[in-house]
Protein backbone atom coordinates (compact mmCIF):
# COMPACT_ATOMS: atom_id res chain seq x y z
CA UNK A 1 0.00 0.00 0.00
CA UNK A 2 3.05 2.63 0.96
CA UNK A 3 4.41 1.61 -2.43
CA UNK A 4 1.46 2.34 -4.14
CA UNK A 5 1.15 5.67 -2.24
CA UNK A 6 4.66 7.05 -3.43
CA UNK A 7 3.59 6.90 -6.93
CA UNK A 8 1.55 9.82 -6.26
CA UNK A 9 4.11 11.92 -4.45
CA UNK A 10 7.08 13.76 -5.72
CA UNK A 11 10.28 12.23 -5.30
CA UNK A 12 14.29 13.00 -5.76
CA UNK A 13 15.54 15.63 -3.40
CA UNK A 14 18.23 15.14 -0.87
CA UNK A 15 19.05 11.58 -0.30
CA UNK A 16 20.63 11.69 3.47
CA UNK A 17 21.18 8.04 3.38
CA UNK A 18 24.49 9.07 1.12
CA UNK A 19 26.21 11.69 2.05
CA UNK A 20 29.97 13.08 1.51
CA UNK A 21 31.67 14.40 5.44
CA UNK A 22 34.41 16.48 5.29
CA UNK A 23 36.35 18.76 8.21
CA UNK A 24 37.50 22.26 6.61
CA UNK A 25 40.33 23.88 8.81
CA UNK A 26 40.01 27.63 8.83
CA UNK A 27 42.34 28.55 11.19
CA UNK A 28 40.45 29.65 14.01
CA UNK A 29 37.20 27.44 13.21
CA UNK A 30 36.78 23.91 12.00
CA UNK A 31 33.76 23.62 9.38
CA UNK A 32 32.38 20.25 9.38
CA UNK A 33 30.16 18.99 6.27
CA UNK A 34 28.06 16.53 5.61
CA UNK A 35 26.88 16.96 2.04
CA UNK A 36 24.48 14.48 -0.04
CA UNK A 37 25.56 13.24 -2.86
CA UNK A 38 24.24 15.37 -6.37
CA UNK A 39 21.85 14.00 -8.54
CA UNK A 40 23.95 15.52 -11.37
CA UNK A 41 27.21 13.95 -10.39
CA UNK A 42 26.63 11.36 -7.76
CA UNK A 43 30.44 9.97 -8.46
CA UNK A 44 31.92 13.32 -8.16
CA UNK A 45 33.33 15.36 -5.13
CA UNK A 46 31.20 18.20 -3.94
CA UNK A 47 33.79 19.77 -1.58
CA UNK A 48 36.43 22.10 -3.25
CA UNK A 49 38.88 22.57 -0.35
CA UNK A 50 39.73 21.27 2.78
CA UNK A 51 41.71 24.21 4.36
CA UNK A 52 41.49 28.02 4.25
CA UNK A 53 43.98 30.18 5.57
CA UNK A 54 41.82 32.99 7.38
CA UNK A 55 44.47 34.27 9.27
CA UNK A 56 46.32 35.75 6.30
CA UNK A 57 43.30 36.53 4.67
CA UNK A 58 45.43 38.89 2.10
CA UNK A 59 47.05 35.66 0.84
CA UNK A 60 43.20 33.95 -0.10
CA UNK A 61 42.20 33.80 -3.88
CA UNK A 62 38.34 35.43 -4.04
CA UNK A 63 36.28 34.21 -6.86
CA UNK A 64 35.33 37.16 -8.55
CA UNK A 65 32.54 35.38 -11.01
CA UNK A 66 29.84 37.92 -10.20
CA UNK A 67 26.78 35.06 -11.49
CA UNK A 68 27.60 33.46 -7.89
CA UNK A 69 27.50 36.04 -5.43
CA UNK A 70 24.33 36.46 -2.97
CA UNK A 71 24.96 40.55 -3.11
CA UNK A 72 28.53 41.19 -4.98
CA UNK A 73 31.00 39.08 -2.03
CA UNK A 74 33.95 38.21 -2.76
CA UNK A 75 34.11 34.37 -1.44
CA UNK A 76 35.98 31.48 -1.20
CA UNK A 77 34.22 28.57 -2.57
CA UNK A 78 34.12 25.72 -0.06
CA UNK A 79 31.02 22.59 -1.79
CA UNK A 80 28.71 22.28 -4.02
CA UNK A 81 25.63 20.34 -4.79
CA UNK A 82 22.56 19.71 -6.91
CA UNK A 83 19.27 17.86 -6.77
CA UNK A 84 16.37 17.67 -8.14
CA UNK A 85 12.80 17.40 -6.96
CA UNK A 86 10.80 15.81 -9.01
CA UNK A 87 6.76 14.94 -9.72
CA UNK A 88 4.76 11.87 -8.80
CA UNK A 89 5.87 9.12 -11.09
CA UNK A 90 2.39 8.59 -11.96
CA UNK A 91 2.21 12.33 -12.74
CA UNK A 92 1.32 12.40 -16.87
CA UNK A 93 0.63 16.18 -17.29
CA UNK A 94 4.56 16.94 -16.15
CA UNK A 95 5.85 15.46 -19.47
CA UNK A 96 8.87 14.17 -17.19
CA UNK A 97 10.30 17.94 -16.41
CA UNK A 98 11.02 18.08 -12.72
CA UNK A 99 9.67 20.37 -10.20
CA UNK A 100 12.61 22.30 -9.80
CA UNK A 101 16.27 22.30 -9.32
CA UNK A 102 17.99 22.81 -6.07
CA UNK A 103 21.75 24.45 -6.10
CA UNK A 104 23.52 24.30 -2.71
CA UNK A 105 27.05 26.64 -2.24
CA UNK A 106 28.49 26.56 0.49
CA UNK A 107 30.61 29.92 1.08
CA UNK A 108 33.03 31.90 2.77
CA UNK A 109 31.92 35.68 2.30
CA UNK A 110 34.52 38.71 2.91
CA UNK A 111 32.57 41.31 4.07
CA UNK A 112 32.27 45.06 2.49
CA UNK A 113 34.21 47.88 3.26
CA UNK A 114 36.37 46.29 6.09
CA UNK A 115 33.17 45.51 8.37
CA UNK A 116 33.89 43.97 11.49
CA UNK A 117 31.24 40.99 12.59
CA UNK A 118 31.61 39.31 15.87
CA UNK A 119 31.63 35.44 16.94
CA UNK A 120 28.48 34.46 17.54
CA UNK A 121 26.58 38.23 17.52
CA UNK A 122 23.60 37.42 15.38
CA UNK A 123 21.70 40.42 16.09
CA UNK A 124 24.72 42.53 13.97
CA UNK A 125 24.67 40.37 11.63
CA UNK A 126 21.04 40.74 10.28
CA UNK A 127 21.69 44.41 10.48
CA UNK A 128 24.61 43.92 8.14
CA UNK A 129 22.54 41.67 5.86
CA UNK A 130 19.84 44.43 6.10
CA UNK A 131 21.71 46.68 5.00
CA UNK A 132 23.94 45.41 2.30
CA UNK A 133 20.78 44.01 0.62
CA UNK A 134 19.48 47.54 0.50
CA UNK A 135 22.61 49.08 -0.78
CA UNK A 136 23.11 46.32 -3.08
CA UNK A 137 19.48 46.63 -4.82
CA UNK A 138 20.24 50.64 -5.72
CA UNK A 139 23.04 49.51 -6.65
CA UNK A 140 24.13 51.04 -10.41
CA UNK A 141 26.12 49.35 -12.80
CA UNK A 142 26.83 48.84 -16.87
CA UNK A 143 25.38 45.24 -17.28
CA UNK A 144 23.02 42.90 -15.53
CA UNK A 145 25.76 41.70 -13.53
CA UNK A 146 27.19 44.94 -11.82
CA UNK A 147 24.02 46.38 -11.03
CA UNK A 148 21.12 45.92 -8.53
CA UNK A 149 18.15 44.36 -9.15
CA UNK A 150 15.63 47.92 -8.21
CA UNK A 151 18.29 50.08 -10.10
CA UNK A 152 18.08 47.53 -13.41
CA UNK A 153 14.04 47.90 -13.53
CA UNK A 154 14.00 51.60 -13.24
CA UNK A 155 16.65 52.04 -15.65
CA UNK A 156 14.67 49.61 -18.20
CA UNK A 157 11.55 51.24 -16.82
CA UNK A 158 13.03 54.59 -17.69
CA UNK A 159 14.77 54.00 -20.71
CA UNK A 160 11.47 52.97 -21.89
CA UNK A 161 9.77 55.65 -21.84
CA UNK A 162 12.23 58.15 -22.42
CA UNK A 163 11.65 57.13 -26.05
CA UNK A 164 7.67 57.96 -25.98
CA UNK A 165 6.07 61.23 -27.61
CA UNK A 166 5.75 62.88 -24.60
CA UNK A 167 8.35 63.60 -21.47
CA UNK A 168 9.16 60.85 -18.64
CA UNK A 169 7.06 63.49 -15.92
CA UNK A 170 4.09 63.04 -18.22
CA UNK A 171 4.55 58.71 -17.70
CA UNK A 172 5.18 59.84 -13.90
CA UNK A 173 1.61 57.91 -11.91
CA UNK A 174 1.90 54.79 -14.65
CA UNK A 175 5.44 55.05 -14.21
CA UNK A 176 4.74 54.64 -10.09
CA UNK A 177 1.85 51.82 -10.65
CA UNK A 178 4.27 49.46 -12.80
CA UNK A 179 7.19 49.95 -9.73
CA UNK A 180 4.73 49.14 -7.24
CA UNK A 181 4.36 44.98 -9.07
CA UNK A 182 7.60 45.21 -10.65
CA UNK A 183 9.94 46.00 -8.16
CA UNK A 184 11.91 42.96 -6.18
CA UNK A 185 11.00 42.91 -2.35
CA UNK A 186 14.30 42.79 -0.38
CA UNK A 187 14.31 39.88 2.22
CA UNK A 188 12.35 40.43 5.84
CA UNK A 189 12.24 37.09 6.77
CA UNK A 190 15.12 37.05 9.05
CA UNK A 191 15.72 34.26 11.69
CA UNK A 192 17.79 32.77 14.09
CA UNK A 193 17.90 29.35 13.61
CA UNK A 194 20.29 26.76 15.65
CA UNK A 195 21.16 23.20 14.75
CA UNK A 196 23.22 21.52 17.12
CA UNK A 197 25.97 23.75 18.50
CA UNK A 198 26.00 26.53 15.13
CA UNK A 199 23.21 29.32 15.64
CA UNK A 200 22.68 30.68 12.10
CA UNK A 201 20.61 33.80 10.48
CA UNK A 202 18.40 32.10 7.83
CA UNK A 203 16.87 34.11 4.83
CA UNK A 204 15.16 33.88 1.87
CA UNK A 205 15.07 35.79 -1.60
CA UNK A 206 11.76 36.52 -2.78
CA UNK A 207 11.85 38.65 -5.45
CA UNK A 208 8.16 37.87 -6.91
CA UNK A 209 4.90 36.48 -6.43
CA UNK A 210 6.03 34.61 -2.93
CA UNK A 211 8.19 32.44 -4.88
CA UNK A 212 11.94 31.94 -3.23
CA UNK A 213 14.80 31.63 -5.05
CA UNK A 214 16.92 31.29 -2.95
CA UNK A 215 17.08 30.23 0.82
CA UNK A 216 20.31 31.00 2.60
CA UNK A 217 22.01 30.79 5.36
CA UNK A 218 24.80 32.60 7.26
CA UNK A 219 26.89 33.21 10.96
CA UNK A 220 30.25 35.05 11.32
CA UNK A 221 33.04 33.13 11.13
CA UNK A 222 35.42 35.99 12.08
CA UNK A 223 35.60 39.46 11.94
CA UNK A 224 35.82 39.71 8.23
CA UNK A 225 34.24 36.40 6.81
CA UNK A 226 31.14 35.31 6.44
CA UNK A 227 30.28 31.22 6.47
CA UNK A 228 26.80 31.19 3.84
CA UNK A 229 24.99 28.52 2.75
CA UNK A 230 22.99 29.19 -0.25
CA UNK A 231 20.42 26.97 -1.98
CA UNK A 232 18.72 28.56 -5.48
CA UNK A 233 15.73 27.66 -6.84
CA UNK A 234 15.81 27.16 -10.13
CA UNK A 235 12.06 26.22 -11.42
CA UNK A 236 10.51 24.47 -14.15
CA UNK A 237 7.17 23.74 -12.81
CA UNK A 238 5.22 26.37 -10.71
CA UNK A 239 4.00 24.10 -8.59
CA UNK A 240 5.46 25.02 -5.31
CA UNK A 241 3.03 23.44 -2.65
CA UNK A 242 3.86 19.92 -4.04
CA UNK A 243 7.47 20.01 -3.27
CA UNK A 244 8.31 23.64 -1.00
CA UNK A 245 7.41 22.38 2.08
CA UNK A 246 9.58 19.45 2.25
CA UNK A 247 12.24 21.36 0.11
CA UNK A 248 12.05 23.95 3.60
CA UNK A 249 12.81 20.56 5.71
CA UNK A 250 15.40 19.11 3.75
CA UNK A 251 17.63 22.24 3.33
CA UNK A 252 17.57 22.67 7.25
CA UNK A 253 18.20 19.12 7.96
CA UNK A 254 21.48 19.73 5.18
CA UNK A 255 22.54 22.92 7.24
CA UNK A 256 22.33 20.93 10.01
CA UNK A 257 24.80 18.74 8.48
CA UNK A 258 27.05 22.15 8.84
CA UNK A 259 28.70 22.21 12.24
CA UNK A 260 30.97 24.91 12.92
CA UNK A 261 33.89 24.36 15.87
CA UNK A 262 35.47 27.54 17.08
CA UNK A 263 38.94 27.16 18.49
CA UNK A 264 39.62 28.60 21.82
CA UNK A 265 42.81 30.81 20.67
CA UNK A 266 44.82 31.54 23.73
CA UNK A 267 47.19 34.59 23.98
CA UNK A 268 51.05 33.68 24.40
CA UNK A 269 51.65 33.98 28.49
CA UNK A 270 54.26 36.49 29.13
CA UNK A 271 57.52 35.48 30.64
CA UNK A 272 57.80 35.95 34.36
CA UNK A 273 59.24 38.90 36.13
CA UNK A 274 63.01 38.33 37.38
CA UNK A 275 62.78 37.57 41.29
CA UNK A 276 66.46 39.06 43.38
CA UNK A 277 67.52 35.16 43.21
CA UNK A 278 67.16 34.69 39.64
CA UNK A 279 69.81 37.91 39.10
CA UNK A 280 71.78 36.08 42.04
CA UNK A 281 71.75 33.07 40.24
CA UNK A 282 72.40 34.54 37.03
CA UNK A 283 75.60 36.56 38.28
CA UNK A 284 76.82 33.48 39.85
CA UNK A 285 76.50 30.91 36.96
CA UNK A 286 78.58 34.42 34.98
CA UNK A 287 81.40 33.70 36.98
Same mark, same amino acid.
Given at each position: ??????????????????????????????????????????????????????????????????????????????????????? &?????????? &????????????????????????????????????????????????????????????????????????????????????????????????????TRW??????????????????? &????????????????????????????RAD?????????????????????????????????????
Amino acid at each position: MSVLKNLFLPHGGLDFRHCEHAVIDCGSAEIELAIPRSTCWPNETSIQRLSVDLGHAESLTYETRLCDKRTLHPYVKLALGEWFYLP &PRLDITAQGE &PYVCATGYWRIERTKQNIQMERGNLQRLTQYLKDDYAIYFEQEGDGKDTCGPAWRVKKRLYDFYSGRHHPVEFYASEIKEILAEKLPKLPDDYTEVTFGNTRWVRYCYVPHRGLPTAINYSL &PLDANHLLTISISLVRFLERDEKWLARARADFDRLVAGTQVHFRQLTAPQPKPLLTTNDVKEDAQCSR
